[in-house]
Every structure is written in structure tokens, then in C-alpha cells.
């Protein structure tokens, strides 16, 4: 930690600064410039506020020269993660995707969308049978029956199933039913089922929270590799801004943010991420520009009357067009999909 005083810092107020900053148990390295003293505080712990310092008389700027995020650094661990899901590996060369409705509805509509998916030659079939809605009036999920649905459609398929789980309570019973669990924007920052997720062995997506930053989005997946799961992935899927011509704000550069900051893999969602159906094709192949480990997409056969996310769902036939273009990307830049 670098702590920079004030111009006209006194000789008493840099004393007090070092004072406290011995108690906290850190190593003092002070420097005089011609204008302003600088402190450098060695032995950092993840969890130190940096306000305690800034709070004190004299101190102009206090900044963090470590992460508050351990595990998943890249500095913790070098190598890309690699996580094994069945016959998938996510985070290596293959880019993988995942497609399928917002919602399961119904056994026709999953069944049939099911074999959209596997045509397509992506492995993850996607639907959510909880389904964490704004309005407590909009449709909220098929539960269990729902799961059922989607297990058998995605084992019609040879496909593999991500589905979302809201609460500590569900996890036990989507466990029985779903390949990866999917932690929602809505619940990023849900630490109690973070900390439960860290007890299973399966993989977890993290999809970015509506407004959080992405430091504050791997630190949510720390309390998950923290509680023992290493199999964590995030999910840029938007983030809340002014602008409102989009759902959401498409944070592109979280992708190589993130293969910067940390080893682990990053997918990205462009259905959420723009929530109208044209831009999803273009922010799709960007996202595979980008460097996006795997793409996860909204489709739906009859848009108009799906009971979730309708105006961004893909067509069949605009998904399949898509996946040959994603391809052409992929092999551009030396990545099969
Ligand atoms: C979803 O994937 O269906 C979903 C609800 O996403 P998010 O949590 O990103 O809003
Ligand atoms: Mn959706």
C-alpha cells in the first residue's frame, strides 16, 4: 500500500500516519520528496480497508497495491483454469457455447429447442426453472418439474445442462438435475449461498451483478474457491449505466480484464447484455473477438409468446447463422468452437 501525504502535511500528522500504520502491523518504508512525503506499507492483508488510513489528518491519497482477491488472481495461480464438465473443457482452446430458452416452459418447447441446440454443435443446454423475475407477477418458473424437463431434453440431446439456482435451499435439489449451477446477476452478491456453493463440487457460473464492479465480481467468486469449489466461472452479462437504448450496457472489456486480472474462465451473455434481439448477433461476435472462453445465448421458436426475455430471443434459423459466423471468429484467432 502507497500512502501519499499532503503538500503541507506537518512533521506530527506523518508521525501519527506511520503510527497507525505500525499498529496495524505493517512494514514503513518513508520517502521525502521535494514536495510531499510518500509511505510505502508492506505486508498488506486482503481484507485491510484502506479508509482507516485515508481518514487521518494529512494523508492525501492511500492506493492498494495488491488485490483483495486471492484465489481467483492471476498471480495466485498462473495457468488458465481448465474446468472439466463431463466431455467439455471451458477455458482451454475450444470456445463453448450454450444456448437455449430464458425460461423452460413447457416439454414441447424445451424438447424442441434442446435439438436446435445439439444441431448447432454447442454442448450446454441453458433454461432456468426458478427464475428470478422484477415483477412478482411475471412468470416465476416450472421448479422441479421444470428441471426434470430440462435434464430430459438435454439427455435426448447429449447435451449438458445450466440452470439457475436462487437460493440455499434449491441447491440440494438442482444438484439432482443440472451440470453447472448458475448464480444470477440479482444474486452475485448473496454471500450466504456463495458460501454454500463453495461446499459442492460443481461448476458455477457467475454472472456479473447489475451494478458491480468487477473487483467486487471476483471477489464473489473468491467466497465460492474460498469454500473449497474450484470450478468457478464468470459471466459478463451487462452492467446498469445511463444509457437506456440497451437492457443493459455490454461490458466488453471485462474479458480481457478479467483474463488479466484472474485465471478464470469468462463466458459472455449478449442476450442480457442487450436485451433486443438485433444487437445480439454483433455483440456475440465481439465477445468471441474478445477473447470470451464460451458464449451463452437466449433462443426461443415462438418469441412472441414466450413467457421470459421474448424480444431477445434468436430464431432457430438466426442462431444457426450465427454459430457459422462465431466459427469463422474463433478460427481467426486460433480457437475452434
Ligand atoms: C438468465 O440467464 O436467465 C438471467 C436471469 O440472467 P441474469 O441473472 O444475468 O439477469
Ligand atoms: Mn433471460
Request: net charge neutral; with cysteine; aromatic share 6%.
Amino acid at each position: 500500500m502507497v500512502v501519499i501525504l499532503e503538500k503541507n502535511a506537518t512533521d506530527s500528522q506523518i508521525e501519527n500516519v506511520i503510527k497507525h500504520l505500525e499498529g496495524f502491523g505493517f512494514q514503513i518504508h518513508k520517502s521525502i520528496g521535494a514536495e510531499r512525503t510518500i509511505i510505502g506499507a508492506i505486508g498488506v492483508k486482503p481484507n485491510f480497508d484502506t479508509r482507516n488510513i485515508s481518514i487521518l489528518d494529512g494523508v492525501d491519497e492511500v492506493y492498494r497495491v495488491t488485490t483483495p482477491y486471492k484465489l481467483s488472481s492471476r498471480s495466485f495461480h498462473e495457468a488458465n483454469t481448465v474446468i472439466k464438465i463431463k466431455d467439455v473443457e471451458l477455458g482451454g482452446n475450444q470456445i463453448v457455447m450454450i444456448a437455449g430458452p430464458c425460461s423452460i416452459e413447457n416439454e414441447d418447447q424445451i424438447f424442441r429447442l434442446a435439438k436446435v441446440v445439439a444441431k448447432s454443435g454447442a454442448k450446454i443446454l441453458r433454461g432456468g426453472a426458478f427464475k428470478p423475475r422484477t415483477s412478482p407477477y411475471s412468470f416465476q418458473g416450472l421448479g422441479e418439474e421444470g428441471l426434470k424437463l430440462i435434464r430430459g431434453a438435454a439427455d435426448e440431446n447429449k447435451l449438458l445442462v445450466v440452470t439457475e439456482v436462487m437460493q440455499i435451499e434449491q441447491i440440494e435439489l438442482i444438484d439432482r438435475y443440472t451440470d453447472i449451477f448458475q448464480l444470477g446477476a440479482r444474486n452475485m452478491q448473496n454471500f450466504s449461498l456463495l458460501k454454500e456453493l463453495g461446499k459442492t463440487t460443481k461448476p458455477v457460473m457467475v454472472k456479473r451483478g447489475i451494478a458491480a464492479t468487477i473487483e467486487e465480481w471476483l471477489m464473489s467468486a473468491e467466497y465460492i474457491l474460498n469454500g473449497g469449489n474450484k470450478n468457478v466461472f464468470l459471466c459478463e452479462r451487462g452492467i446498469r449505466t445511463f444509457e437506456n437504448y440497451t437492457r443493459n450496457t455490454f461490458d466488453l472489456s471485462a474479458i480481457p480484464v478479467v483474463h488479466k486480472k484472474s485465471h478464470l474462465p469468462i463466458i459472455a451473455d449478449p442476450s442480457h447484455a442487450t436485451g433486443l434481439r438485433d444487437q445480439v448477433p454483433p455483440m456475440a461476435r465481439a465477445a468471441v473477438a474478445a477473447g470470451a472462453d464460451g458464449i451463452m445465448i437466449e433462443i426461443h421458436d415462438d418469441p412472441e409468446n414466450a413467457l421470459s426475455d421474448g424480444p431477445q430471443a434468436l430464431l432457430p434459423n438466426t442462431y444457426l447463422k450465427l454459430m457459422e459466423e462465431l466459427r469463422l471468429i474463433a478460427q481467426a484467432i486460433g480457437r475452434k468452437l
